[in-house]
């Protein structure tokens, strides 16, 4: 497990700027106007070494300071739930706002490891302006400057220091296949249809991960463990933010599992959360399955299907080779085709091709469609290995690696999965001087 830092605090105190100095990248819209991060933002980072997951908490304003405060309280409370460390985010050139003492108050609650972020801190005279955030009684104080990366290379440091060790959360080496998704879209559903039959031998074992539930799963002789993360715990007197919740528990479920069936809702359509899960899924290295639930309730014409896997196959790029299974957990349509997907996509993540099959198929390939000349220089491909790595990764060898391009390494991993059907699993393509 490689852990979650969540990025908390009030609006317009610079958290998405930080969040993309942190993941290097612009995955969230940063603006002056306050509240303007509603979708989940969340990336992978990595800083000595060490990888982590980081959340970007955007605030919730919509109008009077009653809602706001119910909130905050929300998120703020399901990210102690799920963080293993917490970026408490502050302004130095406002100071102590009252918003800011409302998160204050809900994270002196917690025992989980509190950062404060001082951020805007632009000059050496602005140090002078931090001390006042001493006073939340948090200890450690890191004054940043978000928009420079000033600051950020000590911060993330410590971050590092107080994430949990790596460990394996599952008992066992059986595969492990994930029901992700977002609330609502039928993941309870799915599961309680697949495992409520007489064909199935069902354990419940609890992982380290909090509430995350492996259900070993036996299908045609087939073992392999269902990680579930459909259930929401139920809190007195806490008006949890569902959305921001299902988000924390998906990273982790993502993390400990080897292939990601991500359900989709047929009347609502692939949204932009889907793909953030997709996204994270393959930074992780997994496999992948999409599984278009409540089929049943869309109106079928003669091509309906055909033309909904277009529209979403185009929707889903640079995700290219992803099996699509149009399902109803509801009705139990597909939903054992659906595993038996799952099984084939785990089976295609740990497959090893030959080095004289891979070049006795790749390398006439390369001939007739070799990488172009750059600056003069002729590229000739001569070798090509597959790494020993715990998922696909291929070395191809020639005389000028740094000047292949990426449409390039496009077409070598096309030509990969065309060859040797990598379908749902993600291929690295290293390009090595020979």
């Known amino acids: 497990m490689s852990g979650i830092v969540a990025i908390v605090g009030r609006p317009n105190v610079g958290k998405s700027t930080l969040f993309n100095r942190l993941v290097l990248g612009r995955k969230a819209i940063v603006d002056d106007q306050a509240g303007v991060t509603r979708d989940r933002h969340y990336?992978?980072?990595t800083w000595n070494g060490r990888e982590f997951n980081v959340i970007d908490t955007g605030g919730y304003v919509h109008g009077s300071d009653d809602i706001f405060e119910a909130a905050i309280r929300?998120?703020?409370?399901?990210a102690i739930e799920e963080a293993d460390v917490l970026l408490f985010m502050v302004d130095t050139t406002t100071g102590i706002t009252d918003h800011d003492e409302a998160f204050a108050d809900v994270l002196r609650r917690t025992k989980k490891p509190i950062l404060v972020v001082a951020n805007k801190v632009d000059t050496n005279e602005m140090l002078n302006d931090i001390h006042e955030f001493y006073g939340f009684g948090f200890g450690e104080l890191f004054?940043?400057?978000?928009?420079?990366?000033?600051g950020t290379g000590e911060l993330l440091d410590r971050v590092v220091e107080?994430?949990?060790?790596?460990?394996?959360d599952t008992p066992s080496d059986l595969p492990r296949f994930?029901?992700?998704?977002?609330?609502?879209?039928?993941?309870?559903?799915?599961?309680?249809?697949?495992?409520?039959?007489?064909?199935?031998?069902?354990?419940p074992i609890a992982g380290t991960t909090r509430d995350?539930?492996?259900?070993?799963?036996?299908?045609?002789?087939?073992?392999?463990?269902l990680v579930d993360t459909a259930g929401l715990r139920k809190?007195?007197?806490?008006?949890?933010?569902i959305e921001f919740y299902s988000v924390m528990r998906t990273i982790r479920a993502i993390e400990e599992c080897d292939v990601v069936m991500l359900l989709i809702d047929a009347t609502e359509g692939l949204q932009a959360q889907d793909l953030n899960i997709l996204h994270l899924a393959t930074r992780n290295r997994k496999g992948a399955v999409i599984l278009v639930n409540k089929w049943d309730l869309v109106e079928k014409e003669t091509n309906t299907a055909r033309d909904y896997e277009a529209a979403l196959k185009k929707r889903l790029l640079p995700h290219n080779d992803l099996p699509i299974l149009f399902i109803s957990a509801t009705e139990k349509q597909r939903i054992f085709k659906a595993v038996e997907t799952a099984i084939e996509v785990h089976e295609n993540r740990q497959k090893k091709i030959k080095t004289s099959e891979l070049n006795d198929v790749l390398l006439p390939e390369i001939e007739a469609f070799p990488p172009p000349s750059h600056r003069g220089h002729y590229i000739k491909i001569k070798y090509i290995t597959q790494l020993p790595s715990p998922t696909p990764a291929f070395a191809f060898f020639c005389n000028h690696p740094k000047e292949v391009k990426e449409p390039y390494r496009r077409f070598l991993e096309n030509k990969l999965r065309q060859k040797f059907n990598f379908t749902g699993v993600p291929i690295s393509i290293y390009l090595r001087e020979k």
């Open 178 to 203: 994930a029901l992700v998704g977002r609330p609502n879209v039928g993941k309870s559903t799915l599961l309680n249809a697949l495992t409520g039959q007489e064909r199935t031998i069902v354990t």
């Open 235 to 241: 809190k007195a007197k806490v008006n949890e933010d």
């Open 162 to 168: 107080l994430l949990p060790p790596d460990v394996e």
């Open 43 to 45: 990336s992978k980072s």
């Open 74 to 78: 929300s998120q703020v409370i399901a």
């Open 143 to 150: 004054p940043v400057c978000s928009a420079s990366g000033s």
């Open 212 to 225: 995350t539930i492996n259900t070993e799963y036996k299908y045609f002789g087939k073992n392999f463990y």
